[in-house]
């Protein structure tokens, strides 16, 4: 047998030829004549020698319709035919294939039976729509290939529990197809714990290959096939195998601008397919979506991609319509989730019949790889989210050495007097140019891989359980976690959930500590929704005569005489049954399209990052039409008039836009800070808007949350309201459920680079002092006048939203910058303490504690005739400010100097929170979020940066917006450039410990 040569990146078979054709079994060399091909492709040349060997696992990608699934197939059936004839093959299944799709299972079921049929290996079938003698032949004599869905597999540990080791005793390979579709899911979880179940049943290692022409990343792909073990995976690879030139272009239309009410902004209407116009013209077909679609497809094979069901609805309608104006036959039809298994494969069927020219109008559902033939052309409808979907969606054209065609489809609201910032970005022809220009450059998203999947480790905990009769919580823990998929799942968190599930009764336990279901665990693990890790919602049937359409929601109101859209046409509702959840429909005039579920529009870093280069570029993407040219003329202007090139905060009203050129979970993870913080705001799209605050707040804000340790993703998860994600989640802990969304829904680091990044690119933060503290009584003079450091902990950010002052520290300094005197205190803040895990104060610590009008003469006498000093003082005095007119006193004249302005200054473009510039100046103080730690931190950082540059003090003093401080005859005063820890100890008996 000869292997191919290895390329210098480890684990990754070059692209050279090996002779590995011979090495195959003579049968599937027979099988491979009888299919007319010249030779083998790349690709099946590449894979032949890993999967032959059989002793490790191996990723195939290369381009869709270039021959992954003759790749795996042809060395996997020799392997076994040859083992067959040596007479050392076990009983039972040979080979699982696990899809993510039943009807890709079908396909490979007609692909496959004529291979296994010359080696004399049965095949089966097994998932929701097989019919019972199906079934019936696979438990009798388990042998062959199993072709399988991820919720058939689990049916098999539930319903045969002790069956599974000989089920499984000959398996050899695990083939898993569209293996990109499983990563970071809660299916792919399920999936990874099977295959781990289905090892731990046979106690041994069974191959696993994985197939996919959309790998963002293979050593993610790799650890994924092998949780712990992904080194080891063999990588074959082939991205040039199949490819076609690519005929693209974007077509931009324009809204009319929304209806105004009283100078009040509307929500954008729902676009539908005759609204638009183009640069062609505006008439009531010629300049519509639908109608370039019906013009340029019909009579030929194609796929119309749209973002959602309902999209999916309204374009069907409308070609139907368009189709009949003309008086030819409909071409155009619907395919997506909802609508019945017979009118799919319908459409499945006419696009692979050559003598009947289809158009799917159709959602994700035949994005991945059905055998539908090949398509003439691929359009999509709005702006793709994902590279990856768009790139699998492509590569359903421009097979047999055809160019690959296709069109997108994007809309913009018209401008006026009142169109928002945001739609003036022209944000939807800049994501899809983003989209494109990266998918062009082989770009894929990264899948995530740190979820918990708690919801899929309860259904696993419980079929478990089912499969063995019961359980010890050591041996679940050892199976799923410590050794199996549920790394992420620690052994505290572990326990908590079987607690959750026993006070849920999902479990029980006998009294040798073995767990068994409960009387709810048993409801759910025999009912038929049990197997599926993902939720599915209660829906009515629609029926038409007797035939079953498919099925709705049931949220979506349905009334007796109302009239609807589905599958392409209009219908009238006869009658509604909720009893057994059916509605009768009969043909109608008119109609609406049913509100299905939204799907997620999750966006990642790097396309939000793109999107930034292109509002900059000086050259236009020449895919784009003339319209859409027009639509990215006028959102670079935009982009350019706000001047976000250079700043990330921009002015709306009231409120404040954050321009946050990072993906989804970075500006959930922004909000969140925010939020946590007292700041009222909502992600919309790549902004952050943040109601009732300046522009100088805003900055101010970000500062101060830059100077404050880095939370964590679960402190964050606090501020969000709880909420059941995914299928089992109601039966997990408040505390759960915040360990989940902090591992889903956050990028902490993410967000922390951005924020870091934004305050470095706005140093000169305005001042946002109230203008009665700007006049100075006296004129201060360095060398002469005292210092007082000031530092308050707060239960939010801006005493406007109601945040209060929780902790202030005083440090008293001499004109020469040495300490005297500590005082420090807790307040009862008179609300909730606010974000503890910050300042580490809760509301049983001040319980006992004065109100700030109790130690207000303190304060003051503190701070009259000083300097007053702080880190980042706009925050600090602004608060004190807010209390002193709280308590009925007009707030004093302070001069003020401001060491975060200072170090910005002295040390430009690097980091300036507390604790960092600490180290950089080698101050032995600990910054800890306590008032008075930080207070005294502060005070040793003044001294530092006074004697590196004394006169630069006056400008920080004038930023600050107040008279200018002087120089004294004896400045600039001896300090000690490395001050001594003291160790102050507070006054006041209530401070913390």
Known sequence: MTSPHFDSEPGSRALIPSRGFDDLHPQVQRWIWNQNWAELRRVQ??????????????????ATASGKTEAAWLPICSKLAYEAEAGISAPGIKALYISPLKALINDQFERLESLCELVDMPVVRRHGDVSGSERQALTRKPDGLLLITPEALEAQFVLKGPQVPALFAGLRYVV????????????????????????????????????????????????????????????????????????????????????????EQHRRPKQTAFEF???????????????????????????????????????????????????????????????SKQLREDVEARLKDPSTPTTAVCTSTLEMGVDIGSADSVAQIGPPYSVAALRQRVGRSGRRGKPAVLRIYLTETGLDSETNVTDRLRTRTFQTAAVVDLMLKHWYEPPAMTKLHLSTLIQQILSVVAQHGGATAGQLFNALCAAGPFEYVSRSQFVELLRNLGSTELLSQAGDGTLLPGVVGERIINHYSFYAAFASSEEYRLLAHGQLLGTIPVDFPVLVDSMMIFAGRRWLVVAVDTATKTI????????????????SGDIADRIRQKMRELYVATEVPAYLDQQARVLFAEGQSAFAQHDLAENAVVSAGKNCLLFVWRGSRVCTTLSAMLTIMGVKNSVESMTIKCQDVTREELLGILAAIGSMPKPTARDLAGSAPIQNVDKYDEYLSESLLRDSAAARDFDVDGAWDELTSIVADHPAIPDVVPESWTSVDELAVLGETPFVVVDVETTGLSPRNG?????????????????????????????????????GISSQDVSEAPVFAGIIDEVAHRLSGRIVVAHNAPFDLKFLSSEFER??????????????????????????????LCDRLGIDASPTHAALDDAVATAYLLRSLLSTAPTDVTHSAETLGVRPIRLGPNWPAPVVPAPVRLRPVPTDDLRRV
């Open 45 to 62: 040349q590449l894979a032949i020698s890993p999967i032959l060997e059989g002793s490790r696992d191996v990723i195939i990608s290369a």
């Open 176 to 263: 898993i197809d569209e293996m990109h579709s499983f990563i970071g899911t809660e299916r792919g979880a399920q999936l990874q714990s099977l295959l781990h179940r289905i090892e731990l049943a046979t106690r041994r290692r069974v191959v696993r290959i994985g197939l996919s022409a959309t790998f963002a990343d293979f050593s993610a792909a790799a650890d994924f096939l092998r949780p712990r073990r992904g080194a080891d995976v063999e990588v074959v690879r082939d991205e040039s195998e199949g490819r076609s030139d690519l005929r693209l272009q974007v077509r931009g239309y324009r809204l009319s601008p929304p209806p105004r009410e009283s100078g």
């Open 803 to 839: 945040a209060r002052v929780v902790e202030i520290a005083l440090v008293s300094l001499d004109s020469k910058g040495n300490v005297t005197d500590t005082w420090s205190t807790l307040i009862d803040p008179e609300v909730d303490t606010g974000p503890r895990h910050v300042h």
């Open 277 to 339: 116009t183009d640069e062609n013209g505006s008439s009531p077909c010629e300049g519509t979506i639908a109608g370039h679609l019906f013009r340029v497809l019909r009579g030929q094979d194609n796929l119309v991609f749209a973002n959602s069901r309902s999209d999916v609805e309204t374009y069907s309608d409308s070609l139907r319509e368009a189709s009949d104006a003309a008086r030819v036959p409909n071409e155009f039809l619907p395919h997506h989730g909802s609508l």
């Open 887 to 916: 308590a009925g006193a007009r707030p004093m004249s302070w001069p003020t100097l401001c060491t975060l302005r200072l170090s910005q200054r002295l040390f430009p473009g690097e980091p300036a929170n507390l604790s960092a």
């Open 584 to 599: 009768e429909l009969t043909e109608a005039r008119g109609g609406v399209t049913p509100q299905f579920n939204p799907s």
